[in-house]
């Protein structure tokens, strides 16, 4: 098989350019062999591919103005991944507007420059043809410079440039799909300028910025400011509008000129250097220009890629910081505006000034070389200086300044003493000082201008002070305008026209009373007391008007004014109204009646400076004042005396304050004896008197005209020869019984006033005066001389009279010398029943006058003694005048009614003993009392007998109590017989024997035995016998059948009585005779006791006998012996 077997049909066919044959679509041709028996079918498929190039374009200038060249770069490229087949009939145009300008020869390309139009000379359009651009082959790269037109400018922000491609599917013809593609470049035209606004002059060289912000400028009113505005303006056209807004509130600045300064190289504006803005007032209807326009018109700026002064626009504005309340704030901030509009845009720019000022203080001060501030008087030199400075708030020089004082009436300026600093000027004319200085910054310190003046002799009370005006003025800037100022201060002299005042006592008519008392620096004065007080006024020299007012004081303390008069008046004070000897005007102030004020008014006076203070300034008066005698005017009192001195202007007050002192004095009246302190004694007993006067611990000030007085009573006899006194003297009145002594003046400091004499007791003291008082009368006062508050004292010396009699009891007999004391209480005296015992009771009198009475009170019960007799034993021979004499008896009575005689009186009444300084019998009354113990019941033994003994010696009573103790004797007896059983005829020897019984107390007397024997018993004669004592009975045949014996005493410590007796039974022998009846009682073996009783009026003897029941019956016989009497006593009328 080969070709020669082979048809070959060809069928050319076109891909229509229609829209569905799109990029990547496979179009299937399908070729169909009919051979008759049958259809043979192939396809082939064929893809549609398509370019995508794209165009970019760029330029290497982004932005910039006329001049500046540019290269733009246009590439092109098959898109990756999709372009898919090559480009054909590719064509590149770029018609440049009219702001470019190609630079020709400047286009290459990577492709070659084969057809390239641009690069030729005048050509202005750019054109690149391509026939072939494979997808697979790298992009193609067109360049081209091109500069920037002075077209460009402010009408469009940026300029743009498009490249156009044209290419299509097919190598020939017009059948192929056509593609176009554009790509622009931008370039941004610089078209906005810079503005900018400067202060670039300023009229006041001293303001800067070193006030609140450092970076902005300082101006003050009046200053002048040159704002400068420039416009930097970018290459090209531009259509500018410089407008300055100056600050229009708060703070103002006023319009003064502008201009335009330069147009640098631009063409086309509407204004020539040097043409003013348009000013208007925007701000506000204030009628203040505050709006400057500057309108240019279209101005071109040509290219030449160099900023410099050729491309600016500069405008000057000139204005003023107002003088307004709105610019018055210190470090207010002004801000003006500078404006530039380029039409498509408006730049603002703004500079700030802070508006300063200056703040001035002025201080005047008024001095003297030692002593700030100034004060003085007439002739007095003021040194004065005056300083003006800058305040703390000050942030400004200050301008024009100029100080003037105008020195007052007052003064006489030396105008020599003129100065100052900072290089002022000066000038001292007459009375004006003045000061002129162009600037004073803050950096040169104060300003300080000094000068010198007299005070004249025309100040005074009328000018306290004198004041004189320094004035500062300046204003805010140099030369004319600015804001003016004007300050003042004043400097004050003070005229020393206060005088001084001094108060004292000058004297007082009592030099004793000193600063003593109370407070130490006080001066003392008594009531009545005369003080002088000085009032001493010191003036200042010049003029014065002065009155003294002495106030004394009033209330509580008082005193009285009782003379005045100007002591002094210096030789340089003239126009006094008083001169000296003059007196005041005294008045009442309180109503009392006592002259209370005295004024002294002086008037207008003038003290003559001469710089010196001397007596020569000096007014002296005096009052004299009296302390009154009034009950307020106490001692410790305080006497406030005020002294005023009324200068006009003021008052001076000086106060002297005064203790009121005052005597206090105490009177000591003793009566001594001499060896005794206690003065007592009786008639002619000399009594020595110490008068002691003393001022108490609360005296505070001597006394005064002191007068003693002692008048002694009748009582005494004054020996005036032992009158003594330490000081004064001893006046007799003529009375020989009284003293009296006077002394002018005791102080506390001389001690005690001491008078003492003797005096005599009389003999009328006694019982009617048992003291005798004796009055001394003391009077003083409290001020030499007359007045004064006068005080008295007095004092009683007692002299007790010895009037109270000594005395004494004793009992002086007793009748029975056996009794002594031994029984019992061994200090009383014993006594028995019938014992008679004398009391003797004895008064020593005093000398002088007595009354006295003697009172014995026997006992009453238990025990009784009964007056038997009563006598007067004694009296003294110095004793007169007694009614009783001796062996006299008292008066005997019955207290109780018993009928027995128990008290005796004797009353002397009164009587005098003679005084004879001695105590003797001579003195002494003796009177006795005898008792006796009664036979009574009550006196039994050991019975307490109390004998008083009373002396009433009228002015009280003595007692005296004595006591006895009765005693009694108790006797035993017993007797026996020889015989104890018998029959008639048989004899029986009796015997009695008698003895104390154990508590027998004391001797028995008259023991009589009495036994007269019974008809059963017959006693034989001369048988009876007594060992102590007799028989009075009973031993003769006379004396019958009774037996009686005697024994006058028997003591206790004597031997027994013993009495014998012979007796014979008789038929007279009494017997009982008993029979034991036969009863059932009388049983054999018992014992009957019979008893016999033997009854002897003394007493009851008992006896017994028992017998036993036998058989058969007994007789019993009993014997009764005799009784025994006997007695306490030995006296004839004792009881048995």
């Known amino acids: 098989v080969s070709d020669f077997d082979r048809i070959v049909v060809e069928v050319e066919a076109i891909v229509p350019d229609i829209p569905s044959n799109n990029d990547g679509r496979v179009l299937t ?149 056509v593609f176009n593609a554009n790509s622009t470049a931008s370039i941004d035209i610089f078209s906005v300028p810079t503005n900018a606004i400067a202060i670039t002059a300023t009229s006041n060289a001293g303001t800067g910025t070193a006030e609140y912000d450092g970076s902005v400028e300082d101006v003050s009113v009046g200053e002048t400011i040159t704002f400068t505005v420039t416009g930097v303006f970018r290459e090209g056209t531009s259509r500018p ?57 279209t101005v071109v700026n040509p290219g030449d890629n160099v900023v410099n002064s050729d491309d600016e626009l500069v405008v000057e504005v000139v204005a003023i910081v107002l003088d307004i309340a709105e610019n018055y704030v210190p470090g207010r901030t002004l801000r003006t505006t500078a404006t530039l509009d380029y039409v498509n845009s408006a730049d603002v720019q703004s500079v700030d000034v802070e508006l300063v000022g200056s703040v001035l203080n002025v201080t005047k001060v008024a001095y003297e070389p030692a002593n700030t501030p100034a004060s003085g008087d007439a002739m007095d030199e003021m040194w004065y200086r005056v300083t003006v400075y800058h305040t703390s708030s000050s942030t400004a020089p200050a301008y024009d300044i100029r100080i003037v004082d105008i020195m007052s009436q007052y003064f006489v300026l030396q105008g020599a003493t003129v100065a100052a600093n900072q290089g002022a000027t000066v000038s001292g004319v007459g009375n004006n000082v003045t000061l002129t200085l162009a600037t004073l910054t803050r ?24 004041n004189n005006t320094a004035t500062v003025t300046w204003d805010t800037t140099s030369g004319a305008g600015g804001r003016f100022f004007e300050i003042s201060d004043v400097a004050t002299a003070i005229v020393e026209n206060t005088p001084t005042i001094k108060m004292n006592v000058s004297a007082s008519s009592n030099t004793e009373t000193q600063f003593a008392e109370y407070i130490s620096s006080l001066e003392d004065v008594s009531v009545g007391e005369r003080v002088y007080f000085q009032y001493e006024a010191t003036l200042r020299e010049g003029v014065s008007k002065i009155r003294f007012v002495c106030d004394l004081p009033v209330g509580t303390g008082e005193l009285e004014v009782v003379g005045t008069r100007v002591v002094h008046i210096g030789s340089k004070i003239e126009g006094s109204l008083l001169s000296v000897g003059g007196a005041g005007v005294v008045t009442d102030r309180d109503g009392d009646g006592r002259s209370d004020r005295a004024e002294f008014d002086m008037g207008v006076v003038v003290n003559y400076g001469d710089n010196g203070v001397s007596d020569f300034d000096r007014i002296v008066v005096e009052v004299e004042a009296i302390v009154p005698d009034i009950p307020s005017n106490s001692p410790g009192t305080s006497l406030s005396t005020v002294g005023t001195l009324d200068h006009t202007n003021g008052n001076l007050t000086t106060s002297l304050d005064l203790d009121i002192v005052g005597p206090r004095l105490n009177i000591s009246k003793v009566a001594s004896e001499a060896g005794n302190a206690l003065a007592s004694g009786d008639a002619i007993d000399p009594m020595i008197f110490t008068i002691t006067i003393y001022h108490l611990s609360s005296s505070t000030s001597p006394a005064y005209d002191i007068k003693l007085v002692d008048s002694m009573s009748h009582y005494f006899v004054l020996q005036r020869a032992s009158i003594t006194t330490n000081y004064g003297s001893v006046n007799f009145t003529g009375v020989n019984n009284t003293v009296q002594v006077n002394v002018p003046t005791l102080t506390r400091a001389m001690g005690a006033l001491v008078v003492t004499y003797t ?106 003694l009964e007056v038997v007799r009563s006598r007067v034993v004694h009296i003294g021979s110095n004793v007169r005048l007694s009614p009783l004499g001796v062996g006299q008896s008292g008066q005997h009575y019955d207290r109780n009614g018993d009928g027995r005689m128990d008290q005796v009186v004797f009353d002397f009444g009164v009587v005098v003993n003679e005084g004879d300084q001695s105590i003797s019998d001579g003195d002494r009354v003796v009177v006795e009392v005898t008792g006796v113990v009664s036979d009574v019941t009550s006196n039994s033994e050991v019975a307490f007998m109390t004998t008083t003994g009373t002396l009433d010696y009228f002015n009280g009573n003595f007692t005296r109590d004595i006591i006895v103790e009765v005693v009694e004797p108790f006797l035993n007896m017993t007797y026996t017989g020889s015989l104890s059983s018998g029959d008639a005829g048989d004899l029986s020897n009796l015997v009695f024997t008698i003895t104390h ?112 029941i036998v058989e058969p019956v007994v007789t019993i016989r009993l014997y009764y012996p005799c009784s025994l009497r006997y007695s306490s006593i030995d006296v004839a009328h004792a009881c048995p």
């Open 241 to 297: 509008t410089m407008t300055v807004q100056l600050p229009a509130s708060p703070g103002k600045l006023g319009y003064v000129s502008s201009r335009v300064v330069s147009l640098g190289a631009t063409t086309g504006s509407a204004l020539s250097v040097g043409n003013a803005g348009a000013v208007t007032n925007v701000v506000g209807s204030d009628g203040v220009l505050d709006n400057v326009e500057f309108v240019f018109g």
């Open 443 to 466: 950096a040169a310190g104060p300003l300080i201008l000094t000068y010198r003046a007299f005070l004249n002799n025309t100040v005074g009370y009328d000018t306290a002070a004198v």
């Open 29 to 177: 041709t399908r070729g169909v062999l009919d051979h008759a028996n049958g259809n043979l079918t192939t396809s082939i498929d064929v893809e549609i591919v398509e370019p995508v190039v794209t165009i970019s374009k760029t330029t290497s200038l982004s932005a910039g103005d006329a001049g500046d060249v540019t290269t733009f770069t246009v590439t092109l490229t098959h898109t990756g991944g999709v372009s898919t087949g090559p480009a054909y009939d590719i064509r590149v145009t770029d018609a440049l507007p009219t702001y470019f300008a190609i630079i020709n020869g400047t286009v290459t390309s990577s492709v070659g420059v084969v057809g390239v139009v641009g690069n030729a000379t005048g050509e202005t359009t750019l054109q690149l043809d391509i026939a072939t651009f494979d997808y697979t082959a790298a992009p193609i790269v067109l360049t081209y410079d091109v500069a920037l037109k002075t077209t460009v400018g402010y009408e469009f922000p940026s300029v743009n440039n498009t490249a156009h491609l044209v290419y299509d599917t097919a190598t020939v013809g017009p059948n192929g799909r």
């Open 997 to 1108: 019984a154990d508590h027998s107390t004391s001797t028995a007397f008259n023991i009589n035995l009495k036994d007269t024997f019974s008809s059963f018993f017959e006693i034989i004669p001369g048988t009876a016998t007594i060992s102590v004592g007799g028989v009075v009975s009973g031993n003769l045949s006379s004396d019958g059948n009774s037996l009686e014996t005697l024994t006058a005493r028997f003591r206790r410590s004597d031997a027994p009585i013993v009495i014998t007796v012979q007796t014979r039974l008789n038929e007279t022998v009494v017997e009982v005779e008993a029979i034991v009846p036969d009863i059932p009682s009388n049983n054999d073996g018992r014992v009957l006791t019979t008893r016999g009783v033997l009854d002897h009026a003394n007493g009851n003897l008992t006896t017994s006998i028992d017998v036993e």
């Open 759 to 864: 005096a005599l007791l009389n003999n009328t003291v006694g019982y009617a005066t048992a003291m005798v008082n004796n009055s001394v009368s003391l009077n003083w006062d409290s001020t030499t001389g007359t007045g004064g508050r006068p005080d008295s004292l007095s004092d009683i010396a007692t002299v007790i009279v010895e009037s109270v009699p000594s005395f004494s009891m004793n009992i002086s007999n007793t009748s029975n010398p056996e009794t002594g004391a031994s029984e019992f209480n061994a200090t009383v005296v014993d006594v028995t029943v019938g014992e008679e015992v004398s009391f003797q009771m004895q008064v020593t009198l005093r000398e002088g006058t007595s009354r006295i009475r003697f009172i014995q009170d026997l006992p009453l019960s238990p025990g009784l």
